[in-house]
């Protein structure tokens, strides 16, 4: 009886994990190393006022692109709802660490003859359990690391996405200004050529031809606003922002240059497979699948042992006490479904592991690639081709104010050097949204310097380019 008393105590005197008042604290730690930005803790992050306050703070401000996945990162209510698994995980491994309440169980029984009654009272506890509650700690507790692994990949999900849409909003914007400048001098064009055909110095067909430039740019700034309002209602969404916050504006008018340098293939995937978080909770979850098959395939014929004690008063006055011990027998169930299962289940994150290291290696090299293609074309467009069209564009004014060319002509290399300055910005936005790709491939920001070279020059419309003498034919 002293012996199954002492075993009891010891499972009841376990030692258990206490809850945490903050289960955000490695996952916030992660953000902050590999991104750069703060998340906000638990009470924060359930306290709507204090996050309003956070936000309306950054929103005082013309909204950057660092603002705008910090809004994100306190204020999306999807990341809020994946956040919370955190907690759940870790109450999980509290549990873990927890035995099992141990089992009372009394009877009372009454002679049909009369006399004292008999009760009988037992006590017992799951001494297997408690045994094995380290191990189970140890699964709990892969399991949290796996679930604060899988978090972070969520929150590097959405900080991507959010930079992204923030370059696309603010290039959107850029080639909308800059489509409202070739709207206008196409608008030039078509009044000068209206003006030359009601003259008899061009035909219809020259006619229609000067004013289907303005039409088709009035048509392309309709589809560019629409871009603009869509991308802005997108990044809204990221931001989990509604009603009077919606009324930001960007931090910047135009696209940042190149930055000086990007990061090589080699040093990129090296990067990736040591930081990118779905990679890492893969791992922490195979490693719990093997520490949980081990702990199978130990106690499959051994599912259950109870230890007690147990009293009985019977009716004559006689007193009985003891140990009870209950041990299943696995005369039916021998474990070997279980173990099957487990087996199935290591394997199967085995491949799954292996897939997205696989997965990963294929990312970063095809983002890599696209990556240093955008930045070749941005540098040929803004080295040559830009150049090129604003040298044409002067040479043009040159023989325009030698009476050699043309409105009409001065005008159309006006419209050409605006549409080179259009596909400049294009060529730029490309190489910011495949550098983003890079970075969500990565597992968190670059490594290389950031430091963005100067925007190319823009040459300002030449000041005959609305007056000066029409040539006739």
């Given at each position: 009886?002293?012996?199954?008393?002492?075993?009891?105590?010891?499972?009841?005197?376990?030692?258990?994990?206490?809850?945490?008042?903050?289960?955000?604290?490695?996952?916030?730690?992660?953000?902050?190393?590999?991104?750069?930005?703060?998340?906000?803790?638990?009470?924060?992050?359930?306290?709507?006022?204090?996050?309003?306050?956070?936000?309306?703070?950054?929103?005082?401000?013309?909204?950057?692109?660092?603002?705008?996945?910090?809004?994100?990162?306190?204020?999306?209510?999807?990341?809020?709802?994946?956040?919370?698994?955190?907690?759940?995980?870790?109450?999980?491994?509290?549990?873990?660490?927890?035995?099992?309440?141990?089992?009372?169980?009394?009877?009372?029984?009454?002679?049909?003859?009369?006399?004292?009654?008999?009760?009988?009272?037992?006590?017992?506890?799951d001494?297997?359990?408690?045994?094995?509650?380290?191990?189970?700690?140890?699964?709990?507790?892969?399991?949290?690391?796996?679930?604060?692994?899988?978090?972070?990949?969520?929150?590097?999900?959405?900080?991507?996405?959010?930079?992204?849409?923030?370059?696309?909003?603010?290039a959107?914007?850029?080639?909308?200004?800059?489509?409202?400048?070739?709207?206008?001098?196409?608008?030039?064009?078509?009044?000068?050529?209206?003006?030359?055909?009601?003259?008899?110095?061009?035909?219809?067909?020259?006619?229609?031809?000067l004013?289907?430039?303005?039409?088709?740019?009035?048509?392309?700034?309709?589809?560019?606003?629409?871009?603009?309002?869509?991308?802005r209602?997108?990044?809204?969404?990221?931001?989990?922002?509604?009603?009077?916050?919606?009324?930001?504006?960007l931090?910047?008018?135009?696209?940042?240059?190149?930055?000086?340098g990007?990061?090589?293939?080699?040093?990129?995937?090296?990067?990736?497979?040591?930081?990118?978080?779905?990679?890492?909770?893969?791992?922490?979850?195979?490693?719990?699948?093997?520490?949980?098959?081990?702990?199978?395939?130990?106690?499959?014929?051994?599912?259950?042992?109870?230890?007690?004690?147990?009293?009985?008063?019977?009716?004559?006055?006689?007193?009985?006490?003891?140990?009870?011990?209950?041990?299943?027998?696995?005369l039916?169930?021998?474990?070997?479904?279980?173990?099957?299962?487990?087996?199935?289940?290591l394997?199967?994150?085995?491949?799954?592991?292996?897939?997205?290291?696989?997965?990963?290696?294929?990312?970063?090299?095809?983002?890599?690639?696209?990556?240093?293609l955008?930045?070749?074309?941005?540098?040929?467009?803004?080295?040559?081709?830009?150049?090129?069209?604003?040298?044409?564009?002067?040479?043009?004014?040159?023989?325009?104010?030698?009476?050699?060319?043309?409105?009409?002509?001065?005008?159309?290399?006006?419209?050409?050097?605006?549409?080179?300055?259009?596909?400049?910005?294009?060529?730029?936005?490309?190489?910011?949204?495949?550098?983003?790709?890079?970075?969500?491939?990565?597992?968190?920001?670059?490594s290389?310097?950031?430091?963005?070279?100067?925007?190319?020059?823009?040459?300002?419309?030449?000041?005959?380019?609305?007056?000066?003498?029409?040539?006739?034919?």
């Open positions: 009886m002293k012996n199954a008393l002492s075993l009891l105590s010891l499972a009841l005197l376990s030692s258990c994990l206490p809850l945490s008042t903050d289960p955000l604290k490695s996952v916030r730690a992660q953000t902050k190393a590999n991104l750069g930005y703060d998340l906000a803790s638990p009470s924060i992050g359930g306290d709507s006022s204090e996050v309003k306050s956070r936000v309306t703070a950054i929103l005082g401000r013309p909204l950057s692109v660092n603002g705008a996945v910090q809004i994100a990162l306190l204020n999306n209510r999807r990341l809020r709802a994946t956040l919370e698994d955190v907690g759940i995980s870790q109450a999980e491994l509290v549990e873990a660490s927890t035995p099992r309440n141990p089992t009372l169980a009394s009877s009372l029984r009454f002679p049909s003859g009369g006399g004292s009654a008999n009760w009988e009272l037992n006590i017992a506890a001494v297997l359990d408690s045994l094995l509650i380290p191990l189970k700690q140890r699964i709990a507790a892969g399991e949290l690391v796996a679930t604060e692994r899988r978090v972070s990949h969520e929150i590097l999900q959405l900080s991507a996405e959010t930079k992204g849409t923030w370059f696309t909003l603010l959107s914007e850029q080639e909308l200004r800059k489509l409202k400048d070739i709207a206008g001098v196409s608008e030039t064009m078509s009044d000068f050529a209206t003006r030359v055909h009601d003259a008899g110095n061009i035909n219809d067909l020259e006619l229609m031809e004013q289907v430039g303005y039409q088709q740019a009035q048509a392309d700034i309709k589809h560019a606003a629409a871009e603009v309002e869509t991308h209602a997108k990044l809204n969404r990221l931001l989990g922002l509604s009603g009077s916050q919606t009324g930001w504006s931090s910047l008018n135009e696209l940042p240059g190149l930055p000086s990007d990061p090589s293939l080699a040093k990129a995937e090296a990067t990736a497979l040591a930081q990118r978080q779905d990679l890492a909770a893969a791992k922490a979850h195979l490693t719990t699948l093997e520490t949980a098959l081990a702990i199978k395939k130990k106690t499959r014929l051994m599912p259950g042992l109870n230890l007690g004690a147990d009293t009985e008063h019977d009716s004559g006055g006689g007193q009985v006490s003891g140990p009870t011990l209950d041990i299943e027998l696995p039916f169930n021998r474990g070997t479904a279980s173990v099957a299962k487990l087996e199935a289940g394997r199967q994150a085995n491949y799954e592991s292996e897939a997205i290291e696989s997965e990963i290696r294929n990312d970063v090299s095809a983002s890599h690639t696209a990556m240093r955008a930045r070749d074309a941005s540098e040929y467009q803004t080295s040559t081709l830009l150049p090129q069209r604003q040298r044409i564009l002067k040479e043009t004014l040159l023989h325009y104010n030698a009476m050699q060319k043309s409105n009409i002509a001065l005008l159309r290399a006006k419209d050409d050097e605006q549409r080179a300055e259009k596909e400049a910005i294009d060529s730029l936005r490309d190489y910011w949204l495949a550098r983003g790709e890079l970075e969500k491939a990565v597992g968190g920001n670059l290389a310097s950031t430091k963005a070279k100067p925007a190319p020059s823009r040459t300002m419309p030449p000041a005959a380019m609305s007056g000066g003498h029409p040539h006739k034919k």
